[in-house]
């Protein structure tokens, strides 16, 4: 297995030449430099689940500061103040600095699932959403310096789990516990994969690959309580015409006092008709 400083000066001389060849197909050299510093940076990732300490609390430094760098631009768009620019990217170093490192030493195992194929692409697709470029591919030059970097590592560890001594060759247990993609941990296996296809949708849904899910809840419509109308003091004092009370089958509110209501304005009328008879007569 390949030591610290060994990955780090295979990975830094691969993103020099990273950033040559960007310069020469075209691209800004600041741009191609920040993609070749990530290929040198991402050469050490792989150890993040290492037990070592001085290595790993550097790499944990490193990625705190860098993340937040990165996501400079997105802050910005979303129209955060420069006070609250400087807020956030605090609370990310301290959340990527201790909280993921204090994560990463309790859960992860070394040459674990962090050491694998997929773990790679993860990397690169976390600077590819973390970075908003201008320039059509400059994004996609960063996550592939990203890539390039994580995987020199496990390729490095691979030929150094081959013992080429003498006339036979042979493999130290290390062998293919690198360039893997999955692990004997079904668990960890499960969660990488989990993770690879949620950042490759997300990855897919930025570029216009995929539509994006929107979830809508579509809720019951409320019940309106039927209002009943008491009424006025007025209108249960006024006498209703008698055509209304005729029938108590015709009025829903009929009840048995208006019947003697009703035997009542039919004698009025009555004895209106009589006095009108008798009028007549005089």
């Not at 129209?79 to 993921?100: D, H, K, N």
């Not at 992860?108 to 050491?115: A, D, E, I, L, S």
């Not at 560890?157 to 036979?168: M, P, S």
Request: charged residues 10%; contains cysteine; glycine residues 10%.
């Amino acid at each position: 297995m390949a030591a610290f400083k060994q990955h780090i000066t295979f990975s830094s001389l691969l993103g020099v030449g990273y950033a040559v060849a960007l310069v020469n197909c075209g691209m800004g050299w600041v741009h191609s430099a920040l993609a070749g510093a990530l290929c040198g940076v991402a050469g050490m990732l792989p150890d993040l689940d290492s037990a070592s300490g001085r290595p790993v609390r550097e790499l944990f430094g490193i990625t705190a500061i860098a993340i937040p760098l990165l996501l400079v631009q997105r802050i910005e768009n979303a129209g955060i103040t420069p006070e609250g620019t400087v807020l956030l990217g605090g609370a990310l170093y301290l959340l990527i600095r201790f909280g993921i490192g204090w994560l990463f030493k309790h859960v992860t195992v070394h040459r674990g699932m962090f050491h694998s194929v997929p773990a790679a692409v993860i990397a690169g697709e976390v600077v590819f959403l973390t970075h908003v470029c201008p320039e059509s591919w400059g994004r996609l030059a960063l996550a592939g310096g990203t890539v390039l970097g994580f995987l020199s590592h496990l390729v490095l560890d691979e030929i150094y789990a081959v013992d080429a001594r003498g006339l036979q060759v042979h493999l130290n247990k290390a062998a293919g516990s690198a360039l893997k993609l999955f692990s004997k941990n079904i668990p960890a296996t499960v969660a990488t994969w989990l993770v690879l296809g949620v950042l490759t949708y997300l990855v897919g849904v930025e570029q216009g690959l995929f539509a994006p899910v929107h979830f809508s809840i579509n809720y019951p419509p409320a019940r309106r309580a039927e209002s009943v109308q008491e009424p006025t003091p007025a209108a249960a004092a006024s006498p209703r015409p008698i055509s209304s009370l005729a029938s108590p089958a015709a009025d829903t509110t009929w009840h048995p006092s208006a019947q003697i209501s009703v035997a009542a304005q039919a004698a009025e009328a009555r004895e209106n008709r009589v006095q009108s008879s008798n009028g007549q007569a005089k």
